[in-house]
């Protein structure tokens, strides 16, 4: 991560990709959802469901809600998960859930949400940081992606549509989560033919 | 050779191809390989100077007479080199400890690397990566470094720097742990 950014990013707080956190999205937790989630189990790499582009969903349906808690229930039980995608649970659908708010790396922060059919509509400053995934337990990638971006979606069982700015290491969190739910795992993504690495360490 | 091997149905194979490079290299390589029913397991290729680097492991049931007779092909204009040996199946060892990034760069003088990385070997550590670069004056190395749990990281990062020092370069050690996502 890139020290100079950082420093610009926290004086900058106007400039596009530093709108200030999204109140509502900050609010939220999955107990709005109203439902007891279920810890699935999560599949890996080579699975067909982690390369194929997730389902658009009906935020308010029963199963979406379901599929919320769910993702939410099944990130809580693994040691260091930050994010879990619908197609990491064998789920072919565009919803994931994000909580990067007690990682070290982590600047502003909208707490635990579950976001439905979300999509990058901005992004800059690209930053080249290494990433793991639960899907993928054996290697590790250094994968460019912007340190601040605006993602718009909705959240699940109300289906209010937000759009809300991230930065640091939840704006890295977010791409990469979106990208499961389009179909594609960091190694679709990494900076090099030497960029990817044999995991030495296992959490 | 090593000891002929019981467990495993096929055997492995390290595979070098070291020598001028032209496009097609990698592609009737593993074209030939395939054509053994081989399967290829880990691989790094890379240019050094311009000339074409690979290494590979293979496994299979052809034996390596079979494995060097097929790509012998591959030499036949004199200006590549093949070697077939076969290596042990071993599991990767699920390493204790903590992982690094060492990059060094500075101008060009003799000892550079062997100055730097046995610092890293005196503390136990473990280089699993390795590039080093000369362009022009600019030496240049990246190295992926494990070093065993207990390391006094500190120190080591203490101790490569004044290695780097004394031969006028600079060198920085910064943690490599990957962000689970």
Redesign the interface.
């Known amino acids: 991560m890139s020290d100079p950014s950082d420093q610009q990013g926290q004086q900058g707080g106007q400039q596009p990709g530093t709108g200030g956190v999204h109140e509502r999205v900050l609010a939220w937790s999955e107990t709005d959802l109203g439902v007891e989630g279920r810890v699935l189990e999560v599949v890996r790499a080579p699975a067909a469901v982690l390369s194929t582009v997730g389902e658009r969903v009906d935020p308010t349906s029963p199963e979406t809600v379901q599929l919320a808690a769910d993702l939410v229930a099944t990130m809580r039980v693994s040691p260091?998960?930050?994010?879990l995608a619908a197609p990491q649970v064998g789920v072919g659908a565009q919803v994931f859930c994000v909580d990067v708010s007690a990682?070290p790396?982590t600047r502003d922060h909208h707490g635990t949400f579950v976001l439905c059919n979300a999509e990058v509509v901005a992004g800059s400053r690209n930053e080249k940081?290494?990433?793991?995934?639960?899907s993928v337990p054996d290697l590790?990638?250094d994968v460019k992606r912007a340190s601040r971006i605006v993602v718009r979606g909705q959240l699940p069982g109300t289906g209010e549509e937000v759009e809300l700015h991230a930065n640091a290491?939840e704006a890295?969190?977010l791409q990469?989560?979106i990208d499961h739910c389009q179909g594609l795992l960091?190694v679709d993504r990494v900076a090099g033919a030497?960029a990817i690495?044999?995991?030495?360490?296992?959490? | 050779m090593n000891s002929p091997r019981s467990t495993p149905p096929s055997t492995l194979h390290a595979v070098t191809v070291l020598g001028h490079d032209r496009p097609g290299i990698i592609a009737e390589a593993t074209g030939r390989l395939a054509g053994l029913g081989l399967n290829l397991e880990d691989s790094t290729m890379t240019l050094l100077r311009g000339h074409f680097a690979m290494m590979l492991l293979c496994a299979g049931d052809a034996p390596a007479a079979d494995i060097e007779a097929a790509l012998a092909p591959l030499t036949d204009d004199g200006t590549l080199t093949v070697t077939v040996r076969e290596v042990p199946q071993q599991p990767a060892a699920a390493a204790a400890g903590s992982s690094w990034v060492l990059t060094v760069h500075g101008g060009d003088r003799p000892g550079i690397v062997s100055a730097v990385v046995g610092q890293v070997a005196e503390a136990g550590g473990n280089i699993t990566d390795l590039t080093t670069r000369l362009a022009g004056d600019l030496y240049l190395l990246v190295a992926e470094i494990d070093l065993p749990a207990g390391a006094d990281v500190d120190a080591v990062g203490a101790a490569i720097r004044a290695a780097a020092t004394d031969l006028g370069v600079g060198a920085t050690l910064r943690p490599a742990e990957a962000d689970e996502l």
């Open positions: 260091g998960c930050v994010g990682h790396k940081a290494r990433e793991g995934c639960m590790t990638g290491f890295r969190c990469h989560e960091f030497h690495f044999a995991r030495q360490t296992y959490l």
